[in-house]
């Protein structure tokens, strides 16, 4: 199969970038992704790692011209989240960090060479026709700062590292059913923190009826959202 990063339109306006990863990375292998939104203010949710940093600049460059970029956006701190952060912000002189409260004040201030904006639970940003709206999932599926975009425009959900497919040859987006496989997955490396307040804040996004989840691991899904969401939290509790 091919290794090279692809770009595939998983929403109006949404594009996945997609870097598969080989075996020696996780059996059967692994993607990183990264989701753009092209608008008046576009966005990255997700920066990749640092060594994947050329790559992924110039698969955005296949889009919009990677200095365009307005937010470089994240769900929690983690490399494969917010690792090239930096190196986005030399090579968008517009672009600000945007990220959750938690982030800006225990991390993201001291780590970034500029300052995050930061967005509390619930507020929105308009980045032309396409909205995103900050929501705290704290320690879901882990990390105290861990938090989503909902766009509403397209009713995507940016759902960062839930629904995580091992595998590195699959579909962009997909209808079939991605939770038996990232059950598949977690089962053997629990990267839930199985917190207390895990399942009120699945029920939350489940309540956002989302049409696309753009997952960062594997393929991104099309269906009835708010009910795979509340089959993940079935099984997330059992
Ligand atoms: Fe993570
Ligand atoms: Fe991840």
């Not at 049409?211 to 594997?218: I, Q, R, V, W, Y």
Request: glycine share 8%.
């Amino acid at each position: 199969m091919s290794r090279d990063t692809n770009v595939h339109e998983i929403a109006d306006g949404i594009y996945r970038i997609s870097t598969p990863l080989p075996v020696d990375v996780a059996p059967g292998g692994f993607t990183f992704n990264q989701y753009l939104i092209a608008d008046e203010e576009p966005l990255l949710f997700h920066t990749g790692p640092r060594r994947l940093f050329p790559r992924v600049r110039d698969a955005v460059a296949r889009v919009l011209p990677p200095e365009r970029l307005r937010w470089i956006s994240f769900s929690h701190v983690e490399a494969d989240e917010c690792g090239s952060l930096n190196e986005w912000l030399a090579a968008a002189p517009q672009a600000a960090p945007l990220c959750g409260r938690v982030a800006a004040l225990v991390s993201i201030t001291d780590l970034a060479d500029r300052p995050p904006r930061a967005l509390g639970d619930g507020e929105t940003l308009a980045l032309g026709t396409r909205r995103v709206t900050w929501l705290d999932t704290p320690h879901v599926p882990h990390a105290w700062e861990c938090g989503f975009l909902w766009e509403s425009h397209t009713r995507t959900l940016l759902c960062g590292d839930l629904f995580t497919q091992g595998g590195n040859g699959l579909p962009a987006l997909t209808e079939a059913d991605i939770l038996e496989p990232s059950e598949a997955f977690r089962r053997p490396m629990d990267y839930y923190s199985h917190a207390r307040d895990g399942g009120r804040h699945l029920e939350r996004l489940a309540g956002l009826e989302p049409a696309t989840l753009s997952c960062m691991h594997g393929s991104a899904w099309r269906g009835d959202g708010g009910k795979l969401l509340r089959a993940l939290a079935d099984a997330i509790e059992r």
